[in-house]
């Protein structure tokens, strides 16, 4: 039996976050205990915060590890809980990244709204919100990205702030229990 393996990306430091929550969630995956109750092997990628990057790494992932999911995280100061994006834009990326560089908009090969087409509907259950509005920024980039090489098996998910009531552990449970269920749908 093939073993399923599941690619989770986090993002490097930005602005004002010195420490990103979305790499220290990813971080701590592990520890959850993942691998073994989903009998998966699991990929941790911090990736910066680079349209270069995104655009460098996103299709190295696909390719060398083939994932049956593919999760890609982003903090956001919005987000109380974990917030499931539905939705990623393939144009009006307007704010600069690290490197302080805007994609050209007119170079993007898929200006295109893109939707998941994993169902949300299985995780009404679990303490999430659902969005269609990544930000306009690498979260809904890298996003595009990934729905542009598969949509069946990508998911893009903010999360909040690292606080006393939201740890990088507590939050990594969260989000197992929602790959799970997501992988239950590629089953």
């Known amino acids: 039996m093939v ?4 690619v989770v990306t986090g993002f490097g430091p930005f602005r004002q976050y ?4 979305s790499w220290e969630i990813a971080k701590c995956l592990f520890d959850t205990g993942i691998e073994n109750e989903l009998n998966c092997k699991l990929i941790k990628i911090e990736v910066p915060v680079s349209y270069k990057d995104v655009d ?3 299709p190295k992932l696909w390719t060398e590890y083939k994932p049956t999911l593919m999760v890609h995280l ?7 809980t974990l917030t499931v994006e539905t939705t990623a ?12 560089i805007c994609p050209d908009s007119r ?4 200006d295109s709204k893109l939707e998941t087409c994993l169902s949300i509907d299985c995780l009404k259950d679990y303490d999430i919100c659902v969005s269609q509005d990544a ?3 690498l979260c809904e980039y890298i996003y595009h990205k990934s729905l542009t090489i598969n949509k069946n098996q990508t998911i893009f998910i903010h999360v909040p702030e690292l606080s006393e009531d939201n740890t990088a552990q507590k939050l990594a449970k969260h989000l197992k229990l929602i790959i799970a269920k997501l992988l239950e749908q590629l089953n």
């Open 18 to 21: 010195k420490v990103n929550s």
């Open 107 to 110: 170079c993007l090969a898929n």
């Open 3 to 6: 073993e399923k393996v599941i």
């Open 56 to 58: 460098e790494i996103i």
């Open 89 to 100: 834009h393939g144009h009006d990326y307007l704010k600069e990244d690290i490197n302080g």
């Open 135 to 137: 930000g306009r920024y």
């Open 74 to 80: 982003g903090v956001s100061c919005f987000a109380k």
